[in-house]
Nanobody, 115 residues
Framework: QVQLVESGGGLVQAGGSLRLSCTAS????????MGWYRQAPGKQREMVAA???????NYVDSVKGRFTISRGNATNIATLQMNSLKPEDTAVYYC?????????WGKGTLVTVSS
């Protein structure tokens, strides 16, 4: 069984920063991809950033230059550094992980950016 636990969400003013962390536990052997998704009220879930075991990253256009995804020394940890936050970044952020496909999901952490 695999469990993903996110932390680091909260309330921040526009222009501020937050750092989200995700730790995967359980049967994570072979996991080579981790990512962050978000879902704003009334909107579909969208991919924010992803990273593979080789360090290659991918970002949605709206966060490029502001967000950075990275993996910890342990391959089951992923962080999302979010800078220059905007009110439109307000959403529940979910961590996801898997082998090539993001199969497992956390329960999410709420990020609220006030204007």
């Amino acid at each position: 069984q695999v469990q993903l636990v996110e932390s680091g969400g909260g309330l921040v003013q526009a222009g501020g920063s937050l750092r989200l962390s995700c730790t995967a536990s359980g049967s994570t052997f072979g996991f080579n991809t981790m990512g962050w998704y978000r879902q704003a009220p009334g909107k579909q879930r969208e991919m924010v950033a992803a990273i593979n075991s080789g360090g290659s990253t991918n970002y949605v256009d709206s966060v490029k230059g502001r967000f950075t995804i990275s993996r910890g020394n342990a391959t089951n940890i992923a962080t999302l550094q979010m800078n220059s936050l905007k009110p439109e970044d307000t959403a529940v952020y979910y961590c996801a992980a898997g082998r090539y496909i993001l199969t497992y999901w956390g329960k999410g952490t709420l990020v609220t950016v006030s204007s």
